[in-house]
């Protein structure tokens, strides 16, 4: 019971005694279910459940909340099942328990298939009970916290993850505290160097700028002082990844970004926050266009603040954060905050918003085709950038950067944006695919028994209408499908379909397994088979040019197309094979967006693409020409200059250096990850041929290592 000890403290400062009780008898169910299991890093699995509910006892979380965390992954890695845990403890603690585990027994077609689903149904959970993603976020915050005893690989794949679901998730719903633990945690493991090198930058600017800190800080108080208002200041550093951010994204140098300084105010009241600002924008200038006010208008989240941005009579940048006792202690805790302060109530921004939030979500899933379909939606949603505008009525609707009066309409009612014919931005008739901005007043006009336009597909930005315009047009009848279908078609033929003979007609329809032409007409109108694979099918028999590749075999009904026959379309080469000219490769044709290139030996396609006629048969065209971006993987021996010899060989071959990646594997080997641009296969085995002579080189080859069956890679090793 040693491990429950500490929480155990910790629950009895704010949980009643039977509450307590409760919990600890979850935690010895955990630790008899894990017994014997180990950690990665060695320790004994029931300290990592244990951590996690230490995570949400600091925020104050009711003993379901405790119990569940404690228990998290009895259901996915130990014989225990739902209805074990509803006997025991109940059908509350037994939901949330499920829906932080994974789905375990169903068998996917792809490892991106089965995370996507993963993460939709703990999204679906969560918009029953909140709880169930703030514990996912304690057991994430954990996990990263341990990183470190796993391979570099599978550091930086979760790290990613961690970067771009888990960080965003604990923004949106105002967490502001594990946030910035996990994107500290993230960068630290997604990019080691950049991590140490920037944090050694800024320790050593470290020491001028707490002088600065301190001056400015006198300053504010003794002004605010002297007019009797009640505030505290504190002069704060921004976090490393924050910084990263802003350099990355071109905003500014290191020396710029560092010569802005940050400081927080915190009142008593709404009224003292903006009698504040009076008092500091008379103290230090204001730099105009970068005021915001947060607290008339919350952020997505529910976040309030009042936001200014000054400049000192010596020249610096100083950015300054307004906000009462409670809105800090919202920003810090956000929905997690209604357990933290007993609010007893939901009206507080952080949940009302999180709650509109969850219900979004819901109806996404109700219209999504299928789960990676609803995780590129909710990506959409997790990264907002907001645009505050105002319906004629005075309402706010909060949109993401660059949204349309599409989206505006959805936002306010799915029937409005079904039935939307035009709109007016500030009293002004707009076209509908108007980026919005910021203040604008939109007004939506509607018409009974209009219907939306697929065409508002190509400039609608949320997930919800995104996803509610899809499903109306997967749902059209079925002749608006074929006459939508005939006119995509003839749009990629350039001539009429009444130019086809029917023997063409026919051979199509049989080779794309339709029941007839119109069913296949319908099924392009209906977004189920792109207008440019058929249009190249119905032409491939009398266009047996050079760009045209030979049959693949006598008794393959599909000959395959030529990259460089694909004029028009969009070609995009996948990342997880990263194919190159030389390769034999395998397209997969999405409608409406083109070609995505596979090599034809990837494994993400190997098992799907014989059932799936979205997949055809591809060429290399003789005659391309420019660089194919690959990688390159070597283990090194630990030695001086051993990064110039390997670049220089690679340069020396003309291969074009995109980025390289440095990773250690033990303490004498390290592993080198080059991004390289080369014009072919052959190019890429004479730049790997020089790399193997190198004494210091361990291993060399291309990554990923997919091989054509019976073909075995050959190593040098020393």
């Not at 397994?513 to 296949?520: I, K, Q």
Request: proline content about 4%.
């Amino acid at each position: 019971m040693s491990y429950f000890a500490d929480l155990k403290d910790v629950l009895e400062t704010y949980l009643e005694p039977k509450q307590v009780s409760d919990t600890e008898r979850a935690y010895q169910v955990a630790e008899c279910a894990h017994d014997g299991q180990m950690r990665s890093s060695g320790d004994p699995y029931i300290t990592h459940p244990v951590a996690a509910a230490n995570i949400l006892a600091e925020l104050h979380l009711d003993h379901q909340t405790i119990m569940a965390a404690l228990m998290h992954d009895v259901i996915e890695d130990c014989d225990v099942t739902k209805q074990d845990l509803t006997e025991q403890f109940g059908e509350t603690v037994a939901d949330l328990v499920e829906g932080v585990s994974k789905l375990t027994l169903i068998d996917f077609q792809s490892k991106e298939q089965a995370q996507a689903e993963n993460f939709r149904k703990m999204m679906m959970a969560m918009t029953q009970d909140i709880r169930v993603i703030l514990i996912k976020l304690a057991d994430r915050l954990h996990n990263m916290q341990t990183l470190g005893a796993l391979r570099p690989d599978k550091r930086r794949r979760i790290a990613r993850e961690t970067l771009e679901i888990y960080a965003p998730i604990a923004n949106r719903l105002g967490i502001h505290r594990i946030k910035e633990q996990l994107e500290l945690l993230g960068f630290a493991n997604m990019y080691p160097m950049r991590y140490r090198i920037l944090k050694e930058s800024v320790k050593k600017v470290r020491g001028h700028r707490k002088e600065v800190v301190e001056k400015v800080t006198k300053q504010l108080r003794e002004r605010l002082k002297d007019t009797g208002l009640k505030c505290q200041v504190i002069g704060r550093e921004k976090s490393l990844y924050s910084i990263y951010k802003k350099m990355r994204d071109k905003v500014g140098t290191f020396a710029e970004v560092m010569d802005i300084y940050a400081f927080r105010v915190i009142t008593d009241s709404e009224d003292s926050c903006y009698r504040s600002l009076g008092q500091i924008h008379n103290l230090f200038k204001p730099i105009p266009g970068r005021f915001k006010d947060y607290i008339a208008i919350p952020k997505a989240n529910g976040y309030q603040s009042l936001h200014t941005v000054l400049r000192s009579k010596s020249g610096l940048h100083l950015e300054v954060q307004i906000r009462t006792n409670l809105m800090d202690q919202m920003a810090e805790n956000g929905v997690a905050a209604h357990w933290l302060y007993k609010t007893g109530n939901s009206t507080h921004h952080a949940e009302t918003k999180a709650r509109e939030w969850l219900q979004s979500l819901v109806e996404l899933q109700q219209n999504v085709g299928d789960s990676i379909e609803f995780i590129e939606n909710v990506k959409i949603d997790l990264y907002p950038d907001e645009v505050y505008l105002f319906t004629p009525k005075g309402k706010i609707i909060e949109l993401p950067k660059g949204a349309t009066p599409v989206d505006f309409a959805y936002a306010i009612h799915t029937d409005v944006g079904n039935t939307c014919i035009a709109c007016k931005i500030d009293k002004q008739f707009s076209p509908l695919s108007t980026p919005l901005v910021n203040g604008r007043t939109v007004e939506i006009i509607t018409a009974p028994g209009s219907r939306p336009n697929p065409a508002w597909l190509s400039y609608a930005v949320t997930g919800k209408a995104r996803t509610n315009i899809r499903n109306f047009v997967k749902n059209m009848r079925h002749d608006e499908a074929v006459h939508l279908g005939r006119r995509l078609l003839e749009q990629s033929l350039k001539f009429s379909i009444e130019e086809i003979d029917e023997a063409k007609r026919q051979h199509i329809t049989e080779v794309t397994r339709y029941p007839s032409f119109d069913d296949l007409l319908a099924g392009i109108g209906l977004g189920k088979i792109a207008s440019a694979l058929v249009a190249h099918r119905l032409t491939s028999d009398q266009n047996k040019s050079k760009d045209t590749a030979k049959e693949v075999d006598s008794d393959e009904e599909r000959s395959p197309l030529a990259i460089k026959g694909t004029e028009g379309l969009v070609i995009k080469y996948a990342r997880c094979c990263q194919p190159i000219p030389g390769d034999p490769i395998m397209a997969y044709v999405s409608p409406g967006r083109g070609f995505n290139i596979h090599r034809d030996n990837c494994p993400n396609i190997q098992r799907a693409h014989k059932q799936n006629d979205h997949y055809v048969p591809v060429e290399w065209s003789d005659d391309l020409e420019g660089d194919f971006t690959t990688e390159l993987r070597l283990h090194v021996f630990n030695q001086r200059g051993v990064l110039a010899q390997v670049t220089n060989i690679i340069a020396n071959q003309e291969g074009n250096i995109i980025n390289i990646d440095i990773n250690e594997l033990d303490g004498d080997v390290n592993i080198l990850t080059f991004r390289v641009g080369v014009k072919n296969r052959v190019h890429l085995a004479s730049i790997i041929k020089k790399l193997r002579v190198i004494p210091f080189v361990n291993k060399v080859y291309r990554y990923p290592d997919i091989q054509p069956k019976g073909h075995k890679r050959v190593e040098n090793s020393h």
